[in-house]
């Protein structure tokens, strides 16, 4: 009888044979087993994939080995026993066979517990979705061929998105990392524009670029800005093939004399770095800007929207987050059920997509289950969505000269149904003069001036007679 390693090792060259990847995983979500096609659809040695940790996450901070290792991780769910079907997007490689569909088979024991798993991946050519495209597992996917088709250029969350009006944001940010004019990124408090600078600044790798320089505009004096702009204006050896940039967060908010200063400094046509603001609307728009530095600061315009104007985007944004939170290790979640993602929809966000990211953040902190349900949100959700389902009902303001002319109305009315139609009689009833009863009339459209007139006419006549 063979011994229980021989039998191992005949099963791992018979592994070894198979023509389609194949990777086993422990209880610790650690790679224990890949054979040889698996080595080579992914292009790493098996020394640099075997104890890799799978988090389930499509980090572009991850690189190498371990960004192969997060691509190959499978949801969650698969260790609660259940078997599942998903999609894994290698972060490089060929563009072809880089998208593979696995086929992840809980083991164990029992189905409620699993102590290790193991990949099957299916041959080439075989990609279909079994799930829906607002599903747990298709958004990982789908944020898996972003980071793989942007990540070169794009190495921020916020910039993810299909709606139309982050694509044009992309479309913008690309445009303006390709020169060195002047950038300014406009949109929403908390909406991400910093790191949309950092996106433009950074847009061909860290080493390539020289420093990224932030300034807080509310608190620059006249000095603080003459120092730092002096700084950059020297020259350095050897210079980067990227120049530095200077970002002046918020210079909405930059105080009158600095922008004196700064206009001035900035004068020359040609600078050694390049100039990136942010701000929550046009410069040029701003009361007491001055003109000449709004026009110098945005020569190109990034337009970030408010979160809550696409909301198509927040499912992506959300698993996003989240699977940011699985980078860092720990408890890995899966994503969100569906009450979740619409309890996320129904909420306003006043603090946009980094209020978002807090609320992931909290939410993944919370759960108790592989996948993030309402209970798990932060209450403040749950009560805006109570107050959205119940509104307060708008306070009716009441215009006094209205109010009045409405009852001067009803009463003139009663009157005139009183005296049978007898004009003077419904005056004396009132208390009014004729001459003043037929005003008003008039006025309250109940009467013509012509029909006034008549009236006042018979009256006379009547009396004379």
């Known amino acids: 009888m063979p011994s229980p390693r021989a039998s191992a090792n005949e099963l791992a060259k018979l592994l070894d044979s198979l023509p389609d990847p194949v990777y086993v995983l422990d209880d610790e979500r650690r790679i224990i087993y890949c054979n040889h096609a698996c080595r080579e659809w992914t292009g790493c040695a098996a020394e640099e994939l075997l104890g890799q940790e799978c988090r389930y996450h499509s980090s572009p901070e991850a690189t190498g080995a371990a960004a192969v290792a997060a691509a190959l991780s499978p949801p969650p769910e698969l260790f609660s026993g259940r078997r599942i079907t998903a999609n894994v997007v290698l972060p490089s490689g060929d563009q072809a066979s880089a998208e593979r569909q696995v086929e992840f088979i809980p083991l164990g024991a029992n189905q409620s517990q699993a102590v290790g798993a193991m990949a099957f991946v299916l041959p080439a050519g075989a990609l279909k979705s079994e799930h829906d495209d607002a599903s747990a597992v298709e958004l990982h996917t789908r944020i898996q061929r972003f980071r793989r088709e942007f990540a070169a250029r794009f190495n921020v969350e916020r910039l993810l998105g299909e709606s139309p009006a982050m694509r044009r944001v992309r479309a913008q940010v690309q445009a303006a990392s390709a020169g060195t004019a002047s950038v300014l990124v406009v949109g929403p408090r908390g909406g991400g524009r910093q790191h949309v600078a950092r996106a433009v600044h950074y847009a061909s790798g860290a080493a390539a670029c020289g420093p990224f320089v932030p300034l807080a505009c509310a608190l620059l004096d006249v000095e603080l800005v003459g120092a730092t702009l002096r700084a950059l204006l020297k020259p350095k050896m050897p210079a980067p093939p990227r120049p530095a940039s200077l970002l002046l967060d918020d210079a909405d908010e930059l105080p009158p004399a600095a922008q004196v200063e700064l206009a001035r400094l900035l004068a020359p046509v040609d600078l050694p770095f390049r100039i990136i603001s ?3 609307g046009p410069l040029a728009a701003q009361d007491g800007f001055r003109p000449n530095l709004a026009y110098r600061l945005s020569t190109l315009v990034v337009e970030l929207p408010p979160l809550n104007t696409r909301l198509a985007d927040l499912p992506l944004l959300a698993q996003g987050f989240l699977e940011q939170t699985n980078a860092l290790g720990g408890k890995q979640v899966g994503g969100f059920s569906s009450v979740a993602l619409d309890r996320l929809a129904a909420y306003e966000w006043p603090g946009d997509v980094d209020e978002l990211e807090a609320v992931v953040r909290e939410s993944h902190a919370r759960a108790e289950t592989t996948e993030i349900r309402p209970r798990d949100l932060p209450t403040r959700l749950e009560l805006a969505a109570d107050a959205a389902a119940y509104p307060r009902k708008p306070e009716e303001t009441i215009v006094l000269d209205e109010f009045l002319a409405s009852v001067e109305h009803e009463l003139i ?44 006419t ?5 009396e004379t007679a």
């Open 413 to 456: 009315e009663r009157a005139i149904e009183r005296s049978k139609g007898n004009r003077a009689k419904a005056a004396r009833l009132l208390g009014m003069t004729r001459a003043r009863f037929y005003r008003r009339l008039v006025q309250l459209g109940l009467e013509s001036a012509d029909e006034e007139e008549l009236e006042l």
């Open 278 to 280: 942010t701000a929550r």
């Open 458 to 462: 018979a009256d006379e006549n009547e």
